[in-house]
């Protein structure tokens, strides 16, 4: 059994930035993926990020350039820094570990994007 525990979000003007936490109960190096979803009211759950266990990355364009994913190793720990944060950013954020073939998620984080 995974724990996944997210952190770090609020309320943040447009333009402004956030960085968000998950953190792992057990050592990151058992996963064989971490991923970042988001889901904003009304709308389907989302793709943001991810880093598989050698350290590749990728995103969707909507928020490529603008979104980074990083790890911890020696605290079992994820990030998403998120820059030029726009509205349409606003949603619950969630984490996601792949283990083996079982995905694990967090309870999520609200990101609220607005002046």
């Known amino acids: 059994q995974v724990q996944l525990v997210e952190s770090g979000g609020g309320l943040v003007q447009p333009g402004g930035s956030l960085r968000l936490s998950c953190a792992a109960s057990?050592?990151?190096?058992?996963?064989?993926?971490m991923r970042w979803y988001r889901q904003a009211p009304g709308k389907q759950r989302e793709f943001v990020a991810v880093m598989a266990s050698g350290g590749s990355t990728n995103y969707p364009n909507s928020v490529k350039g603008r979104f980074t994913i990083s790890r911890d190793n020696a605290k079992n720990t994820v990030y998403l820094q998120m820059n030029s944060l726009k509205p349409e950013d606003t949603a619950v954020y969630y984490c996601?570990?792949?283990?083996?073939?079982?995905?694990?998620w967090g309870q999520g984080t609200q990101v609220t994007v607005s002046s």
């Open positions: 996601n570990a792949l283990v083996r073939t079982k995905d694990y």
């Open positions: 057990v050592s990151i190096f058992s996963i064989n993926a």
